[in-house]
């Protein structure tokens, strides 16, 4: 598992190391140097004769890449700094002189040509222009002034240099994900402690690249913030069932879905939900369900967990009163329920954390519109962090926010931001199957999801992982179909277990 801190805690860490002189500095442009190194040495055969060109704002991060800069110029590298303050890193700008390298001050306004010359020239652009320190509004001055000759040196197909962002992408929110401004998009983020928030929520996360962290000593003490499950995580999590366990035990799932109109949410919802291997579904409504998958019974009976709303239209007052039901049994019986789609505006005020919602970020607006506050998809897509928390403090629901980065919010801090499926999995139908896996996990785990007020999250997380996954497996590199991505969920679950569902 993935864990970050927020700069509050990142900061409270170096604190004690710092009052006892310990060289957090140097450690960070040690480990920054070496990795940039690494880089060079694998896109070019060597590092010797390179041209790396430094982003440098006023704040220590620029005195990271500074000293890193000074580094790498002993190591034979052509460094450029480009500084957009006044008073850059003192020491840092004294030690990359003293090793060779070149300083070019950035003006405000249009760039002069050398400063043009030395990014067209680059084999490595370091992003040093803030860090941790970054205030809200994004970039400000000469600065904001690289961010786009960046982003078209990027678009070089093959040609540009490689972007490092120097410990998070410039002025990103540390502690919500959110861009305020253009951010530079990098190759690699070489973090340095800890990983943030930023460098797993969304839309941050989409600048971040590949996420290199540098040990320099610090204790992290206190609860992380967000966190991103790994594949190594799904054997502790997925409910695997025992050599005893009957069809029961295993966790049979309640589907209220399908509609006249969307008879296929229904489908694939329980394609989702057998597919992950629960013991039963059970289907109420209308859809050909039970012609698509024989093995579902029709029918009310006692379930584990519900999946309510995938293909549910507003006027279908039947299946409607169904997922209130269930919904209203979750406060009652204490059965999860996954409340999707067509089932969304049926929440009573408050519900209990095993009820989770599934909304994309439009649902999401509209739920939390209804509740009072005017937000629409952009202010959403904009911040999901933030509005999945407001959404989650609005109900008491666990919330998972689909999209490029799934967010995940539930109770007492549990927070999860996966990023595992491709591009292409935004496609008609990919959110029922995932609605159907969820509730399919949260059945075989009902007992333990009674007990943990938290463990929601942490499967809708799973969930969210195990969807991705399997997307990735149904084609890849190319397009899929929901009924594609709920056709690979098994061999993607017995791949994840690593042979350990016998
Ligand atoms: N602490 C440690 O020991 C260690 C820290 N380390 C490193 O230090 C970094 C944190 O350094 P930091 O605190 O100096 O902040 P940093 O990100 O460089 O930015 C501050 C500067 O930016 C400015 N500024 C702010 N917002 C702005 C905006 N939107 N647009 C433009 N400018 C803006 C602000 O100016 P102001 O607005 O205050 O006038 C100030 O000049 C951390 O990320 C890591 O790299 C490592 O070496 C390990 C040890
Ligand atoms: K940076």
Same mark, same amino acid.
């Given at each position: 598992m993935l864990l970050t801190w927020d700069a509050a805690a990142v900061r409270a860490a170096e604190e004690p190391l710092l009052r006892d002189g310990a060289p957090l500095m140097a450690r960070a442009a040690t480990g920054l140097a070496h990795h940039v190194a690494r880089l060079l040495r694998g896109a070019r055969g060597a590092v010797r004769g390179a041209h790396a060109v430094l982003l440098v704002g006023g704040g220590n991060n620029g005195g990271d890449t500074l000293h890193a800069g000074a580094l790498l110029a002993r190591r034979g590298v052509r460094v450029t700094a480009l500084t957009t *303050?006044? !008073? %850059? !890193?003192a020491e840092g700008l004294a030690a990359l002189r003293t090793a060779g390298g070149r300083v070019l001050p950035v003006p405000d306004g249009d760039l002069p040509a050398p400063v043009r010359d030395a990014l067209d020239g680059a084999d490595v652009v370091l992003d040093g222009l803030l860090g941790l320190g970054a205030r809200r509004g994004g970039v400000r001055g000469p $600065?904001? =002034?690289?961010v786009a000759p960046l982003a078209d040196l990027r678009g070089r197909a093959g040609a540009g240099p490689l972007v490092v962002a120097v410990d998070? +992408?410039? #002025? *990103? $929110?540390? &502690? &919500? $994900?959110?861009?305020a401004g253009p951010v530079p998009v990098a190759d690699v983020t070489v973090t340095f402690g800890a990983p943030q928030p930023a460098h797993v929520l969304p839309p941050a996360a989409g600048a971040v690249g590949d996420l290199v962290v540098v040990d320099i000593g610090l204790d992290l003490a206190g609860p992380p913030a967000v966190a991103r499950l790994e594949a190594a995580d799904v054997v502790d999590l997925w409910p695997v069932p025992s050599a005893s366990g009957h069809k029961y035990v295993r966790g049979v799932v309640g589907v209220v879905a399908g509609s006249a109109a969307y008879p296929g949410a229904a489908v694939l919802a329980t394609s989702g939900a057998l597919r992950a291997g629960v013991g039963m579904v059970r289907y109420l409504g209308d859809a050909p369900v039970v012609a698509a998958h024989p093995e579902v019974v029709a029918g009310p009976g006692r379930v584990q967990a519900w999946v309510v =709303?995938? $293909? *549910? #239209? %507003? &006027?279908?007052d039947v299946q409607r009163s169904r997922a209130r039901d269930a919904v209203a049994r979750a406060g009652s019986h204490g059965e999860p329920v996954v409340v999707d789609a067509g089932a969304? &505006?049926?929440? +009573?005020?408050h519900v209990p954390p095993h009820v989770v919602l599934t909304p994309h970020a439009g649902e999401l607006a509209t739920l939390l519109t209804a509740r009072g506050a005017a937000v629409s998809r952009a202010d959403v897509e904009a911040s999901p962090w933030e509005h999945a928390r407001r959404a989650h403090e609005a109900t008491g629901a666990t919330v998972l926010l689909k999209g490029p980065v799934t967010v995940v919010v539930g109770p007492h801090g549990a927070a999860y931001a996966q990023a595992d499926g491709p591009p292409w999995l935004a496609t008609a139908g990919a959110g029922d199957v995932l609605a159907g896996v969820l509730g399919a996990v949260l059945a075989g785990r009902a007992a333990d999801v009674a007990a943990d007020p938290t463990l929601p999250a942490a499967l809708a997380a799973l969930a969210a992982l195990v969807h991705g996954r399997a997307a990735h497996a149904a084609n890849p590199g190319g397009p899929v179909t929901a009924s594609a991505v709920a056709d690979a969920v098994p061999a993607t679950v017995a791949a994840l277990l690593g042979g350990t569902a016998r």
């Open positions: *303050v006044a !008073h %850059p !890193h $600065g904001a =002034g690289l998070l +992408p410039s #002025g *990103v $929110g540390v &502690d &919500d $994900g959110t861009c =709303g995938p $293909g *549910v #239209g %507003p &006027d279908d969304l &505006d049926l929440l +009573p005020p």
